[in-house]
């Protein structure tokens, strides 16, 4: 086929131009997808081409003068015209002591250069939509495009947030079922869809604790939190003013009843849990930990971080707690980060409805309404309907998949990081005795004696054209490394990356001086990261003039 002599022709380009050549010019006629990164070929097929992309080596391809523009004197993008309408300098406005004595140091180029020099970097992203995501607590699923067609209908995207509610009614209808959708399987009275991420809904959930406390007249200033949880919860904690306490986890790495019956006490606004928790063990003692903690007049709170583990098969409320949150952007795939953004609905048991965020979505003879007399509110939390393209999203994906759908999900999720967990099972250390729910954590203590890290585990997946892992988290494991391979990952692919993990585990016996050194074939490959660690640290202690993270022109 004549994309395959092509592809021939890049390959043979390619391996001319690593064999020294000083230049390089070739055409790769071949389709974008390349094979799929599990065989031999397909990682000789995809080196070549990130080769090609714009690693250290490629900087002699003839193209690169296309790619990477020199800033010069006098290039500029169209300018727009003088201000007609006389008014106040803008420096003016400005407090002296805040005015440049020189135009700061920006590079100049002309528009078509910044747009070719952001497009090649776009085209370096990695993104859930080409490749997997293993990443641990992350639940990097693929997002169905069907979302983003929901989300782009014009009723949606043409909506105006200061509309009267008569003429949004389409718009409260979808929240008003999402938020019965997700009051169903989490098992709480109701939802507000407020929160903007997570950590939001982490924050928004304590304070609506907090004002329960306090309409009945009790001051209590502490939150317990594992020692094994997200590191959001303390912080989302200790912006509500909070005091942090921690609680250990017995050698199973389930929470210990001990150490929490210990540290239950009149002080204690409430318990943060995550379940699974974070080593993805389920705490079958849940049921006990929640009459622990209503004995004692605190609420317990559920981290949704990882509740693609469960769903439709059993429910956070059930199990005793009082708020969920839930995160939109993982388990009802809706993009995540800058794909975003996030939203994080938190919901609530009866006890806690009365301290909602306002507005509320209410249904009144068939009508429906943005209630804002809630005079136990703990207020907005959110501007308008909070990230509504969000909303249509999930909304989308529940509807689409229907109840035994979602449970389904969940249960391949749970078989996906089984499966895997046993494939790596004898390359790393498991510290924890299985089986696992949606993801497990791993340990590259044992390559230790031959000088490797979790560290270098990830770099080398990264050589191997995979996204590396979480690392380093949960705190409680050493040289961890966190995988979450979530339901949408097929099994070709567990295998593939299973295998890269022990080819980066033979390497490390082998030759563990060149793992170091990966990856070498990316943009980007190891960074010296503790003379850049100490050079910050310099200029943050008025040790150093250079901030070093500032652009400068090229040297000469």
């Not at 009051?183 to 304070?207: I, K, S």
């Not at 502490?222 to 919860?233: F, K, R």
């Not at 909070?386 to 449970?407: K, P, Q, S």
Request: include cysteine.
């Amino acid at each position: 086929m004549p994309w395959q002599s092509g592809w021939r022709r890049f390959r043979a380009g390619s391996r001319s131009s690593r064999s020294g050549s000083s230049s390089v010019s070739f055409r790769c006629e071949s389709p974008r997808r390349l094979p799929s990164i599990g065989s031999s070929r397909a990682r000789a097929s995809w080196a070549g081409w990130t080769w090609a992309a714009g690693t250290a080596s490629s900087r002699a391809c003839s193209r690169s003068h296309a790619r990477r523009s020199t800033s010069r004197p006098n290039a500029h993008a169209p300018r727009l015209p003088d201000a007609d309408v006389a008014g106040p300098e803008p420096r003016d406005a400005l407090p002296r002591g805040l005015l440049r004595s020189e135009p700061p140091t920006l590079p100049t180029l002309s528009e078509p250069e910044v747009m070719r020099h952001y497009s090649r970097l776009a085209s370096m992203n990695y993104s859930i939509s080409e490749q997997f995501y293993p990443l641990g607590s992350c639940t990097m699923k693929y997002n169905p495009v069907a979302n983003e067609a929901a989300a782009a209908l014009p009723g949606f995207t043409a909506l105006h947030p200061y509309q009267d509610e008569d003429t949004v009614q389409g718009a409260l209808e979808l929240m008003w079922r999402l938020e019965q959708a997700l009051c169903a399987v989490v098992g709480v009275d109701r939802v507000t869809l407020q929160p903007a991420a997570g950590a939001h809904g982490e924050w928004t959930a304590l304070r609506m604790i907090q004002a329960y406390h306090r309409s009945r007249g009790e001051a209590r200033t502490e939150v317990l939190v594992p020692d094994s949880a997200h590191g959001t919860n303390p912080a989302s904690a200790a912006l509500s003013g909070f005091q942090v306490v921690e609680v250990a986890s017995a050698p199973d790495g389930r929470i210990s009843l001990p150490d929490l019956e210990a540290k239950l006490s009149g002080r204690v606004a409430a318990l943060m849990l995550t379940n699974p928790n974070t080593l993805g063990l389920f705490e079958r003692d849940i049921l006990d930990i929640a009459e622990l903690v209503h004995n004692t007049g605190a609420k317990l709170y559920y981290d949704g971080a990882n509740l693609n583990a469960f769903m439709g098969v059993c429910r956070p409320g059930d199990m005793g707690f009082d708020a969920v949150h839930m995160n939109l952007h993982k388990t009802f795939t809706t993009p995540h980060g800058g794909g975003g953004p996030g939203a994080g609905p938190v919901g609530v048991k009866a006890e806690l409805v009365p301290f909602l965020p306002t507005p509320t979505v209410e249904r009144l003879n068939g009508h429906l309404k943005l209630d804002f007399k809630r005079p136990q509110s703990i207020g907005r939390v959110r501007s308008f309907y909070g990230n509504f393209g969000m909303l249509v999203r999930a909304y989308t994906y529940i509807v689409a998949m229907g109840g035994d759908g979602l449970t389904q999900a969940s249960l391949d999720a749970v078989l996906s990081a089984n499966y895997l967990r046993m494939r790596v099972a004898g390359l790393l250390d498991l510290p924890h005795e299985g089986p696992c729910m949606h993801e497990f954590v791993a340990s590259a203590h044992n390559l230790a004696p031959n000088g490797i890290k979790a560290l270098d585990v990830a770099k080398g997946l990264l050589e191997r054209d995979f996204y590396a892992p979480t690392i380093y988290f949960p705190l409680v494991v050493p040289e961890a490394i966190m995988v979450e391979p979530t339901e949408t990952e097929s099994k070709p692919t567990l295998d593939a990356f299973a295998a890269a993990i022990a080819e980066i585990v033979q390497e490390a016996k082998e030759d563990p001086e060149k793992l170091h050194h990966e990856p070498t074939r990316l943009p980007v490959g190891r960074l010296d990261e503790v003379a850049t660690a100490r050079k910050i640290n310099a200029y943050l202690l008025g040790q150093s003039e250079d901030p070093i993270l500032r652009w400068k022109p090229p040297s000469k």
